[in-house]
């Protein structure tokens, strides 16, 4: 319970909060990363991050991912252990030194740009397809399937269209890339990559790291609400994805690879 001021008035107000807690992600022995996330589809966004980050390539990669048995009762249900083939471990401190390097506030654009091309992300579905009409469509499907965003209004969410609009998967989280690698993880799982006959629909604004983790899973169309960075904009133009911002109500702007509308 809550107190809510409105004209003048203080009353008591029942209030939802999004849950928010840490999730380590263990491989090789050694914990690889933590991340602060809304509870919920763990092992989908371990395996999107590990997906994502570059240090699996193939679903085979992962032998084995749960929930850890062997931990204190206050990290229960915060920790997945994945066991992965020799074959990702190998280039483990690579990618850990990668990874804490591209997380810091002093890397430069073009060396983020540089660092994702070098990983070799082939260009998204050249003939894939999407109308205006469509596209004008997707934010209230979006919105439509938020059910713990209206209950508490924090939270970013993701989903994934096919080129009609139908709805093929959706997931929330506090964290707006971590909602993205949840459906990355979702589509590793269960064998659906590379997911290039989709187009991921963002809250919010489509940033570099959006769009970086939409090409791995071979995205070829991304749609924000909001803005995009400069620096998401070059990169889609790099690697030839359609990139779409303020798409609300009848109205988008186009950003990156207009060729893939149907208007």
């Not at 999730?23 to 989908?44: C, K, N, Y």
């Not at 506030?105 to 397809?129: E, M, T, Y």
Request: with cysteine; charged share 20%; glycine share 10%.
């Amino acid at each position: 319970m809550v107190q809510e001021w409105q004209e003048g008035q203080l009353r008591p107000f029942q209030d939802y909060l999004a849950g928010e807690e840490p999730l380590e992600i263990r491989a090789g022995g050694r914990s690889i990363s933590v991340t602060m996330r809304t509870p919920g589809h763990d092992q989908e966004l371990a395996a999107g991050f590990l997906l994502t980050e570059g240090l699996i390539q193939r679903r085979e990669q992962i032998l084995s991912i749960a929930p850890a048995s062997d931990c204190k009762a206050t990290e229960q249900g915060n920790i997945i252990v994945v066991e992965l083939d020799p074959s990702a471990l190998a280039g483990l401190d690579a990618i850990r030194r990668n990874f804490y390097a591209s997380s810091s506030c002093g890397i430069c654009g073009k060396a983020s740009i540089d660092s994702v091309r070098l990983r070799g992300i082939p260009a998204p579905n050249p003939a894939f397809r999407v109308s205006a009409e469509t596209l004008c469509r997707l934010p209230e499907s979006l919105r439509t399937g938020q059910a713990i965003f209206e209950r508490t209004g924090g939270l970013h969410s993701a989903a994934l269209f096919t080129a009609d609009g139908q709805l093929v998967a959706q997931r929330e989280d506090i964290g707006r890339h971590n909602a993205v690698d949840k459906l990355a993880g979702w589509g590793l799982l269960n064998g659906r990559l590379p997911l290039s006959d989709c187009v991921l629909m963002v809250s919010g604004r489509g940033g570099f790291e959006i769009l970086q983790k939409a090409a791995v899973a071979g995205v070829p169309v991304v749609a924000s609400v909001s803005a995009p960075s400069s620096l998401a904009v070059r990169l889609a133009r790099d690697l030839r994805m359609t990139l779409v911002g303020f798409l609300r109500g009848r109205r988008f702007v186009v950003y990156a690879g207009e060729e893939r509308i149907v208007l």
